[in-house]
Each structure stands twice: as C-alpha cells, then as structure tokens.
T-cell receptor
C-alpha cells in the first residue's frame, strides 16, 4: 500500500512570497490533515478535511493560509504572503475515519524555509 | 499551562538500557493516548495506542496510562541504536472529528 505522498520535499522562499504544498493521501482515506511542525515542537493541526469538507480549521491563520481538497482526494495548502515565522515542516496525514483512536498516517513532510 | 507537557530532552542512553518517556496532560476529556516515533526528516509513525487507563505491551515497548494522575509513559526495554528517534506523545477525546494534540517530543539517542 502506497503511503501519503507530499511535494515538494524542500522549499526556500523569501518573506512575502507565496508557496503551495501538495498532498496525496492513502487511497480510500476519507480524512486528511495538515499539520505545522516548528523545529523542536510537536505537530500542530492546521486544518482537517472529511472527504472534501472542512471539519476543523480553528488554528489555520486564515489571513495568509488557505487549503482545499479537490474531489475528496488530493489537497493543497497555500501560504500567501509568507512570514519568517512560517518556517517549519508541513506534514500531511490521512486516516480512514476520526474520533476513535484511528491511526493517522503521515507523509514525509515539506520543509519550508522563509528568508 | 499547555494541554500536553512532555519531559524535555534530549536523552542519551547506552544500548540495552531501559528507557522511560513521560507526558502529563491537563484535559480530562482525553481518552485515546498514543505514542508516535519520528525519525530524522521523516513523518511521525504510530508506535503504540491505548484507550483510557491501563497498560499495553508490544514487544520491547510498554505504554502506560494513569488517568487519575493525568500521566502517560512509554517504556522501551533492551533499547537498540535503531530506537534513536524523536518520540511524541499524542492524545484526543472521544467524538467524531476530535483533534489530536501532541507533546513537543523528546529526542532519544541510543549509543552502541
């Protein structure tokens, strides 16, 4: 079974530029998550999709971050404009369902450096 | 106070040692408790999961949950250099779409 795919793996941009990350979850997984992991910290949930609907985006900085999940499969996360404090690893994860100890499967992440 | 606090690291032990990793939490609604392992430049992977209080063993790994103390632990017996990684505790309440809250992680190094 193929895992969660993410691209690009690394990205370096200057502040105020825009950037987009792509995620392809495990086939058949209805739930998709985007996390931000700052160096030395645990992942923080940015947004959670159930199929192609948003179920939690309470920690997404909506003035600069946006995300969509096309046809309930792939997802993109965009930052526009980027700030220095956005430097982090952006992790995508997927699961079959939520709320019952289900396993979230993580991709390798995209490392973003904002200069 | 953060919802989930994890012992600070890093931690370095000799091969064969018993390792104890701990987290405390403040939200009494948490019912599912997990330990994720994250190798350098990789995404986290689920190592152990426990529902409510109790112990769970899987090979060299044992997870313990004490809900009365809001304290969870992961024990690693006969630690190996391949166990060198960052260990993250994570937990969430019951209910559809409940959010997983992570500790900040502790980096473990097992010396050959």
């Amino acid at each position: 079974e193929a895992g969660v795919a993410q691209s690009p793996r690394y990205k370096i941009i200057e502040k105020r530029q825009s950037v987009a990350f792509w995620c392809n979850p495990i086939s058949g997984h209805a739930t998709l998550y985007w996390y931000q992991q700052i160096l030395g910290q645990g992942p923080k949930l940015l947004i959670q999709f159930q199929n192609n609907g948003v179920v939690d985006d309470s920690q997404l900085p909506k003035d600069r971050f946006s995300a969509e999940r096309l046809k309930g499969v792939d997802s993109t996360l965009k930052i526009q404009p980027a700030k220095l404090e956005d430097s982090a690893v952006y992790l995508c994860a997927s699961s079959t369902r939520t709320g019952g100890g289900e396993t979230q499967y993580f991709g390798p992440g995209t490392r973003l450096l904002v200069l | 106070q953060k919802e989930v606090e994890q012992d600070p690291g890093p931690l370095s032990v000799p091969e064969g040692a018993i390792v104890s990793l701990n987290c405390t939490y403040s939200n009494s609604a948490f019912q599912y408790f997990m330990w994720y392992r994250q190798y350098s430049r990789k995404g986290p992977e689920l190592l152990m999961y426990t529902y409510s209080s109790g112990n769970k063993e899987d090979g060299r790994f044992t997870a313990q949950v004490d809900k009365s103390s809001k304290y969870i632990s992961l024990f690693i017996r006969d630690s190996q250099p391949s166990d060198s990684a960052t260990y993250l505790c994570a937990m969430h309440p019951t209910g559809a779409n409940s959010k997983l809250t992570f500790g900040k992680g502790i980096t473990l190094s097992v010396r050959p």
